[in-house]
């Protein structure tokens, strides 16, 4: 590792630690040259995809664009970045388990939209209007419609045990007088 003030070749580890989620190595190293200290970051290095844009150009995976994306969905909202990270980190390994060489951006964003929905709905909605290009009221009115009416439904659009298909009784309840 050179330093970056001489970028002198020979640097010495002072300090290592592990990253809370256990991600990453923090190591504060010492150029032996001139005595600048530094702090590197260790973390595996996985094989990420190729994203394809919606104009079918291809590009690198880039966790930073996602993160600045999520900042700025997030922005004056009770959102630290660690939670912001803990997204990222999802959605990247989430895209390491794909078996294709290549993932539409359509697929990333609703990935982060799952997530972000389940962190702030404020925040989901400011993603949402970004990343749908939202240019009218309507299409803002349409979205929270839409997240009303799903209240009930989980994030993957799975009922929960005890909803009724039609939103109406309880299907357990009704289950329950036919068997007994």
């Known amino acids: 590792m050179r330093c970056p003030v001489c970028r002198g070749a020979t640097t010495k580890v002072v300090d290592s630690r592990d990253s809370g989620d256990g991600d990453e190595i923090r190591r504060r190293r010492k150029c ?26 291809r590009q690198s995976f880039d966790r930073n664009k996602i993160l600045a994306g999520l900042k700025l969905a997030c922005r004056k909202r009770n959102i630290d970045d660690g939670q912001l990270e803990d997204v990222v980190r999802k959605v990247e390994q989430w895209a390491a388990t794909r078996s294709a060489s290549e993932l539409r951006s359509k697929l990333i964003g609703d990935r982060i939209m799952h997530h ?27 979205l929270l419609q839409e997240m009303e009416k799903a209240e009930h439904v989980s994030v993957e659009g799975q009922r929960t045990l005890f909803d009724a298909p039609d939103g109406g009784a309880p299907v357990a309840s009704a289950q329950a007088t036919d068997d007994g």
């Open 32 to 57: 032996l040259e001139c005595g600048h200290r530094f702090t590197t970051r260790e973390r595996i290095a996985t094989t990420l995809p190729i994203v394809r844009k919606r104009d079918g150009r």
């Open 116 to 142: 972000l929905h389940a962190l702030d709905q404020v925040a989901f909605v400011r993603f949402v209007s970004v990343y749908r290009s939202f240019e009218t009221v309507a299409e803002f009115e349409r």
